[in-house]
């Protein structure tokens, strides 16, 4: 009996919260007011930010943000009805584009020549293709079936690219084999490194890829999700060093200024609907998790990290715009639009 | 306008005997249960509790920690439908229980409620030859199929691959071969459910002697998507001794309609069995 009541008081509080992406006044009410995040990062949350009539400008997973040199942030979806919507800072929707990216999922931005280009990783298609900003194909790089590593185009699910100041191209088969693919400017295959394992040199979900040049060299920073690590890899592929981040399951690193964000999509013992944040200092040392537990450092290491408020789902792609809030774009929830943290 | 009044009232009048029947629960067997006043209106939930145990089968002791370090916040446990408990410290147990819990705090939702269920094992079959009719998927083989029985629980995180076996097939038959002829009457298959992961529980299990059927389990299907929940399936044989059992796992043919993965194969993960 007194069992019964214990679950039935929690589970009726469970049944309040899955209200939670369908907002009453109530909750975004409360949401606003809430402050969340630690030191010298807290954030104020908008979820209502960038919401559009679902039946005219859909998402299913929304993967990933950028903002591009005008200042407009911009969305990747898996939604082949319009695969990248364009808002400015405030969530008003600028312009869509893109029909024929069903996998789409990895958005990188580069400037050349003082023009954004935008690569999408499209683990359907099993390629990268490069477009402009508004959307013309410029350059389509396919499974790499002349290398040894791959048989068929199957075996390759690109997901995250990363563009090095002298043009090279690095590519994450996050969801394939787990090589990293290394291309010149031009779009010849150099190198391939990394591969399925659980070696420091290999991965197991190399989910996401970044340049990190915050200490005035250029290196990689490589997601290894399952594996709760991001890897150092210098621009030829050698291996160097690894960051720990036991229970964060972290997707793509993204670097602003001195610090790396992070969507982390699952925590803890990888439950579903576990996300938060996660921000490293210029020292890779965690400084804040919104939505997380406190950064808490035993003996030198990081202690296990946690969801503490069920605010996100699978926060799947962190946006810093030049304001230093941030873009939360989620995958698997509820086909809801990005949230928006403002710094505080 | 007398309309609008009218129900204003209405709704009014049920927020208060919300507010009556919740302050009639406080102190709940002398526990504090439900802080009500700031919670009343609260919208936004905590998550559970995290927690480390040292093995959820033991021959001995099993000892349970947790831990959920947010401003003001508590936690609470129960073992087997006792009284509820602030967590003070490590929860210590030599018998097999079930231990609920989860954490509140001023100001928002009490979190889901988390259920573990620990067993003490009787026997330890770890030396028995076993087999299974066909191979894990390549993602979750664990330590093949002797992780079926190495008394190595895998938790809700089955994507590390370390102890969870993944089929996503229709039937599986396993074949327990123990070293030497045991009395048996009980045979627990230690499963997960996950639909968010699109893994559910197997619809019937059956366990042969030979050509004899000794016991038969039919499990109902949900038909709304639960919990992420390790989930042990007790399945009643004819108590006596026993050498060599086949288990058959009969899995649904397709994902129902109501879950998103509909009319594909669910997967089925599997990572102890355990006799009595």
């Not at chain 1, 791959?150 to 995250?160: M, V």
């Not at chain 1, 592929?237 to 602003?256: F, Q, T």
């Not at chain 1, 202690?303 to 698997?332: I, R, S």
């Amino acid at each position: 009996m007194i069992r019964r009541k214990f679950i039935k008081e929690s589970s009726k509080y469970t049944i309040a919260s899955l209200g939670l992406f369908n907002l009453g006044f109530a909750k975004r009410k409360e949401l606003e007011d809430l402050v969340i995040g630690h030191n010298s990062h807290r954030y104020k949350i908008d979820m209502s930010w960038g919401a559009l009539d679902s039946t005219v400008h859909p998402v299913n997973d929304c993967h990933e943000m950028v903002q591009d040199s005008k200042g407009r942030i911009v969305l990747l979806t898996n939604h082949t009805k319009n695969n990248v919507i364009i808002y400015d800072k405030k969530g008003n929707l600028v312009e869509v584009w893109g029909t024929e990216f069903p996998g789409a999922h990895g958005l990188s931005l580069h400037v050349e020549n003082g023009k954004d280009y935008l690569y999408i990783t499209d683990t359907k298609r099993h390629a990268v293709i490069k477009t402009t900003i508004d959307g013309k194909v410029v350059q389509v790089y396919p499974c790499p079936l002349d290398s040894t590593e791959y048989q068929n185009a199957e075996e390759y699910q690109p997901t995250e690219t990363a563009i090095a100041d002298n043009g090279d191209i690095y590519v994450a088969d996050g969801y394939g084999k787990q090589h990293i693919l290394h291309y010149n400017a031009s779009g010849d295959l150099l190198h391939v490194f990394g591969g399925r394992g659980n070696e420091n040199n290999q991965f197991n979900n190399a989910h996401g890829i970044c340049i990190d040049s915050r200490n005035g060299t250029e290196s990689l920073l490589i997601t290894a999700r399952m594996q709760n690590k991001l890897k150092r890899f210098s621009l030829e592929g050698e291996h160097l060093s690894n960051i720990d981040l036991p229970g964060a399951y972290i997707c793509r690193p993204v670097i602003h200024g001195e610090h790396v964000y992070m969507a982390t999509i699952w925590s803890g013992k990888g439950e579903d609907n576990s996300g938060f944040i996660s921000i490293l200092d210029n020292t890779n040392k965690l400084v804040s998790a919104p939505c997380g537990s406190k950064p808490k450092y035993k003996d030198g290491k990081l202690t296990n990290m946690y969801q503490t408020l069920k605010v996100f789902q699978h926060p799947h792609d962190v946006c810093v715009d030049d304001e230093e809030n941030l873009y939360v774009a989620q995958w698997n929830s509820g086909m809801s639009y990005p949230i928006k943290l403002y710094r505080v | 306008m007398k309309s609008m009044l009218l129900l204003f009232l209405l709704v009014f009048a049920s927020c208060s005997n919300k507010v009556l029947t919740e302050n009639r629960m406080q102190n709940f067997n002398g526990v504090d249960f439900l802080q009500t006043g700031s919670n009343e209106s609260a919208t936004i939930q905590l998550n559970m509790p995290q927690y480390t145990i040292d093995s959820m089968l033991f021959i001995n002791q099993a000892t349970l920690e947790l831990e959920f370090d947010y401003p003001n916040a508590d936690i609470y446990y129960s073992i087997n439908d006792g009284l509820a408990l602030k967590c003070l410290s490590k929860i210590t147990t030599n018998s097999s229980c079930t231990i609920d819990f989860y954490s509140k705090a001023t100001g928002f939702l009490p979190s889901e409620t988390q259920s573990l269920t620990l067993i003490k094992v009787q026997n330890d079959i770890s030396e028995a030859n076993i087999s299974v009719s066909h191979p894990p998927n390549d993602r979750y083989t664990s330590d093949g199929t002797k992780s079926l029985i190495d008394l190595k629980k895998g938790g809700i995180n089955f994507r590390d691959g370390n102890y969870w076996l993944g089929f996503q097939s229709q039937d599986l038959i396993i074949t327990l071969d123990l070293e030497k002829a045991i009395p048996m009457e009980i045979l627990t298959l230690s499963l997960l459910k996950d639909h968010g992961a699109w893994i559910f529980l197997p619809q019937e299990i059956t366990v042969t002697d030979g050509d004899s059927i000794v016991g038969n389990k039919k499990i109902i299907a949900s038909n709304t998507e639960q919990q992420a929940a390790l989930e042990f399936i007790d399945i009643k044989i004819e108590a006596r001794v026993y050498q060599r059992l086949a288990i058959n796992i009969k899995s649904m043919a397709a994902i129902p309609s109501w879950h998103v993965g509909v009319g594909t194969p669910p997967w089925l993960f599997i990572d102890e069995i355990i006799v009595e």
